[in-house]
């Protein structure tokens, strides 16, 4: 996405044609944006050949998902829905990974069913679960642990996974006592060991801390782990202040774990891929000033984009046409919808604005769409991949009758 003459453009098109064509609001990806990422990842990963399975939580699209699965990729889901998106974009069961603290007979029916590479468990409650339906259904099932590290990924409180406090994964000690359990078993197999320790890390220390703690427990357990799953992660720029996430040293670190262990690493990454290829176009519904700000009201809400009224998140807003009339005062970008959360983002100052022209709101590739609903029943957004010069609708708008 650059500006040329002053216009925006997402690869060859303008973008004044997309959202005239297409209607606001609307999700824009650049699809050689995502490719180039794609390749930058594994380029950067390539000494240690992991396994990358894209998490499908950050966003679900299918046509998006067929994109990444063209390299290679495998995919990291949550629920028995994404399981079946990730197997309809021809994503292989054998590179699928099935994650979360609460699943559910049904799901894990599914996932047995498809032989899926892992299901990471998250409690003893789970595996004797998952134990009881392979032996019902006279299956070996592979399975990883996850394991809670108790460290602090030093990002969003909101977004942190790998504290004690955190729900998700095994204490050390719960861990090897339930390794110990089902060592023998013969319906499940532990093939991995996960962990996850939050998301939007924008510095290797907290990994360099967390492969330390691997190293320990799995020392401890004198156990062969044929995987090591370390979930995804990594942050991107949102703005200029935040530091470029060095996927180098990262490789580095793991690189020396590796000359200890002998094990496959997984990867799940979902931000670091896919949030920096889209933009939300929104048209300006209306302008309001107060004697405080200027209220600029647009036609996406929170519910087209939750992060910032769910996290606080920054989402840099850019015009689809530039000029230099400078506004000096407060710009506050809100949506329509009926809560005081629903506002993207408050600015000192902002190019002048008229009621009826469109912004772009900035890297919402991941946990954008996917994290939007139909709240105050409105329809969610229409999804557009731009490939070049050319535009292709991979998600139709939502139509008010099949939600009313
Ligand atoms: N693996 C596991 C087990 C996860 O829980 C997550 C994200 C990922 C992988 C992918 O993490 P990523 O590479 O995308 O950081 N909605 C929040 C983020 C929630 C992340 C949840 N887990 C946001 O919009 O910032």
Redesign the pocket.
């Known amino acids: 996405m650059y500006f040329k003459k002053n216009k925006l453009f997402v690869e060859k098109v303008d973008a004044l044609k997309i959202v005239r064509k297409y209607g606001t609001p609307t999700y824009c990806y650049s699809l050689n944006r995502l490719r180039n990422n794609i390749r930058n990842f594994q380029r950067s990963f390539k000494s240690i050949s992991p396994l990358i399975c894209f998490?499908v939580?950050?966003n679900n699209n299918r046509q998006i998902l067929k994109e990444i699965k063209k390299f290679g990729v495998g995919a990291?889901v949550v629920s028995k829905g994404e399981m079946m998106q990730a197997l309809k974009a021809g994503i292989l069961p054998k590179k699928i990974v099935f994650?979360g603290v609460g699943k559910k007979t049904e799901e894990l029916k599914f996932a047995i069913e498809k032989k899926i590479l892992l299901i990471n468990t998250e409690s003893e409650s789970e595996i004797f679960e998952i134990e009881r339906l392979a032996k019902l259904k006279k299956k070996i099932v592979n399975i990883g642990i996850r394991l809670n590290p108790n460290i602090d990924a030093k990002t969003?409180k909101k977004?942190s996974?790998g504290k004690h406090e955190d729900k998700f994964g095994l204490t050390e000690k719960a861990f090897l006592n339930i390794l110990n359990k089902f060592e023998n078993s013969k319906y499940v197999k532990v093939k991995c060991l996960s962990v996850?320790i939050g998301?939007?890390i924008t510095d290797y220390k907290p990994y360099l801390k967390m492969l330390n703690v691997l190293d320990l427990i799995i020392k401890k357990s004198k156990y062969f782990f044929e995987y090591v799953d370390l979930?995804?992660?990594?942050g991107i720029q949102y703005d200029k202040k935040t530091k470029v996430f060095n996927y180098k040293k990262y490789n580095k670190i793991i690189k020396k774990f590796l000359k200890r262990h002998n094990v496959k690493i997984i990867f799940?990454?979902?931000?670091?891929l896919i949030a920096n290829t889209a933009v939300l176009f929104t048209q300006i519904i209306y302008i309001k000033n107060t004697n405080k700000k200027k209220f600029i009201i647009l036609d996406a809400a929170m519910n087209d984009l939750m992060?910032p009224a769910l996290?606080g998140?920054y989402h840099s807003i850019i015009p689809l046409l530039k000029t230099n009339k400078k506004n000096k005062r407060i710009h506050d970008f809100v949506g329509p919808v009926c809560e005081t959360t629903d506002k993207f983002l408050s600015v000192k100052s902002f190019q002048d604005l008229k009621e009826k022209e469109f912004v772009a709101i900035s890297d919402v590739g991941?946990?954008g769409m996917s994290?939007s609903s139909n709240y105050n029943l409105r329809p969610k957004p229409l999804e557009i991949m731009i490939n070049n010069k050319l535009m292709k609708v991979v998600l139709k708008r939502q139509k008010l009758i099949n939600i009313i």
Do not use: C, F, N, W
Request: glycine share 16%; proline share 4%; no cysteine.
């Open positions: 998490s939580k950050s990291d994650s969003l977004i996974t996850h998301s939007q979930g995804g992660g990594m799940e990454p979902g931000r670091s992060r996290y998140s991941a946990y994290l």
